[in-house]
Every structure is written in structure tokens, then in C-alpha cells.
């Protein structure tokens, strides 16, 4: 579609950010975090805009602020097509539940999901694409990434710590906390880190200690990374739920991350630098080609 004619819809963060530097046209909506009081400013907000662009087609994963501008822009008239996310693997995201039932079109991306959403397509995952490049030469020391969630992660800042005082991680540390307090002299520690930073410290490092984020997870693996893996979960208050914990299952069962529980050894290290396996070639289309399908049904592939 020509830059001219689309326009990112997104909530702050990194990514917006990063659109908006490459020359997309980008709209911030407010912050909606599940709180009443957000609600009302995210549903006005959205009406704005909806007002003002009257959208013909709206392409989403649904998320937080998105799954309200896709109502609004649903009941204007726009049509719709929900691709759920990739970190979905046995059970619909909350906003899911809500905008693949207006969706004209719904996209998954895990065999699971096709019994979740039965109208949807199921397609190879984004994630998988492009897994197997070798690891970089010059690859060295360590990353841990927590990634942009609100919520602190101090139980694996709390694991990546302790594992480096024990000599267990390679030197150079570098890490992203958060907004985790726990202390962890051993690294060079960030809060955050934009996203040219985190591409370029992904790609030098020798392991990397992640999150169960799909978009980290995704990243590491197009670098030929296993990474070290502890899922966010709901019971230790880390995420709304234990989305993640499925994703690095889902992964562990392929090979294609090292799954922790409560500690990091030297025997993960030692899985994390072996090769990454090449996943099985799969009959499911693209993403990519999926949602050119679904628009040309909706007779929107010429827009």
C-alpha cells in the first residue's frame, strides 16, 4: 500500500517511535492499560480520528489502545481484518476475544489457534521466519532483556545476576531491566534501550538471556541466537497473564530456546551456543501472503 495512503495507529513506545523516524505517518493514542480511567480518553481519542480519516480498511493485532480504535473504526464502516499475535499459542489475548468477533477477516499464526478463533486462517508464524543464520564471528559476552512491559521482571534480573556473579554468563554484561530495582554490578544495565540500541547489542552478543516476548525472541532467532528464556507470568504479578510461558514451551518443544525455571547453570550456556535447528518446512502460507489474500476477498488489495 503507498505511504501515502495508510497510517500507523499505535499506543507510546519504541515502536511508534521507530515508524514515525522511518517517515510512516504515525498517530499516538492515549496509554490504555485496562484502567477505567484511561478508558474514556482512549474511546474519544479514537473517534477523533476515525472522524477525521474515515478508514476503509484496518489491519491490527488488536492490542490495548488499537482493539478501541477498531471498534470505533468498525462502526463507521471500515473493514477490519485482526491478525493475532504470534505470542499466542493455545489461547486468545483479552482484546482478541473481542476484535476477532468484528473482524471481517482473522489471521492466527499456531495450528492451536485454529480452534480458538474457527473462522481464522492459520498461518506460519512470523517468528519462524528466517531461523537458522549462523551467529556472528565476532559474537561476544552477554544480554538480558526484559523488554517494555510496565510490570517489573526481578526474578530474572534476580537469575542473570546471580548467574554472573558464579562466572556463568560471558563478559561483557549488558542488560535491560526495566524497572526492576534488584542489583546487578556485573552488567552495564539500561532501563531501556531504543531500538537501533537493542538491534545492534542483540546482534554482538554471544547469548542472550530473554523474556518470553515474542518480539525478542523473534529478533535473537533472525541472529542465529538460542537464547536462555524465562516466561513473564500472572501469579508472580510479571504480565496479565501467561501468555509467555506458552510461547517459550511452544519454542523449547522445537529446540529453538532454553527454558529456565529458577536458576541458570553453565548447562544452558553450553545449549544456548549449540546450532539452531532449521524449522520444518510448512504447507501454511505467509503472513504476508494470508493478508493479501484476505484483502483482495474484501476487494482492498488495490488500495
Same mark, same amino acid.
Given at each position: ?62 492490542? *490495548?489502545?488499537? &482493539?478501541?480504535?477498531?471498534?470505533? +473504526? %468498525?462502526? =463507521?464502516? @471500515?473493514? $477490519? #481484518?485482526?491478525?493475532?499475535? !504470534?505470542?499466542?499459542?493455545? *489461547?486468545?489475548? &483479552?482484546?482478541?476475544?473481542?476484535? +476477532? %468477533?468484528? =473482524?471481517? @477477516?482473522? $489471521? #492466527?499464526?499456531?495450528?492451536? !489457534? ?190
Amino acid at each position: 500500500m503507498p505511504r501515502e495512503l495508510r497510517r500507523f495507529v499505535t499506543a507510546p513506545g519504541p515502536r511508534g517511535e521507530q515508524l514515525a523516524r522511518d517517515g510512516e505517518d504515525v498517530t499516538i493514542l492515549p496509554q490504555y492499560e485496562r484502567h477505567p480511567r484511561e478508558l474514556g480518553a482512549s474511546i474519544a481519542a479514537a473517534v477523533r480520528l476515525v472522524r477525521r480519516d474515515r478508514p476503509q480498511i484496518v489491519v491490527s493485532t488488536g492490542a *490495548g489502545s488499537a &482493539a478501541l480504535y477498531c471498534a470505533v +473504526a %468498525r462502526a =463507521a464502516g @471500515a473493514k $477490519l #481484518v485482526f491478525g493475532e499475535t !504470534m505470542a499466542r499459542v493455545t *489461547g486468545p489475548s &483479552a482484546s482478541g476475544r473481542v476484535t +476477532a %468477533r468484528l =473482524a471481517h @477477516a482473522n $489471521l #492466527v499464526q499456531w495450528p492451536e !489457534m485454529g480452534s480458538v478463533y474457527p473462522r481464522a486462517r492459520v498461518c506460519r508464524p512470523l517468528l519462524l521466519e528466517d531461523v537458522g543464520a549462523p551467529l556472528a564471528g565476532d559474537a561476544a559476552g552477554t544480554l538480558v532483556v526484559v523488554g517494555t512491559h510496565t510490570a517489573p521482571f526481578d526474578r530474572l534480573v534476580s537469575i542473570a545476576a546471580a548467574a554472573a556473579r558464579a562466572g556463568v554468563l560471558p563478559a561483557p554484561i549488558v542488560a535491560q531491566v526495566g524497572p526492576s530495582r534488584v542489583p546487578f554490578p556485573e552488567a552495564e544495565t539500561h532501563e531501556f534501550l531504543a531500538p537501533e540500541a537493542m538491534a545492534a547489542a542483540i546482534a554482538r552478543s554471544q547469548v542472550i538471556v530473554s523474556h518470553g516476548g515474542a518480539g525478542s525472541l523473534s529478533a535473537a532467532l533472525r541472529t542465529g541466537h538460542r537464547p536462555i528464556v524465562l516466561g513473564r507470568t500472572r501469579r508472580h504479578g510479571e504480565h496479565f497473564d501467561d501468555h509467555q510461558e506458552q510461547l517459550m514451551g511452544k519454542l523449547a518443544e522445537s529446540g529453538l530456546v532454553v527454558a529456565l525455571d529458577d536458576r541458570l547453570g553453565p548447562e544452558h550456556v553450553e545449549a544456548a551456543l549449540a546450532p539452531l535447528p532449521r524449522p520444518e518446512a510448512s504447507p501454511l502460507p505467509s503472513m504476508h501472503d494470508a493478508l493479501a489474500s484476505a484483502l483482495d476477498e474484501l476487494g482492498l488489495a488495490r488500495l
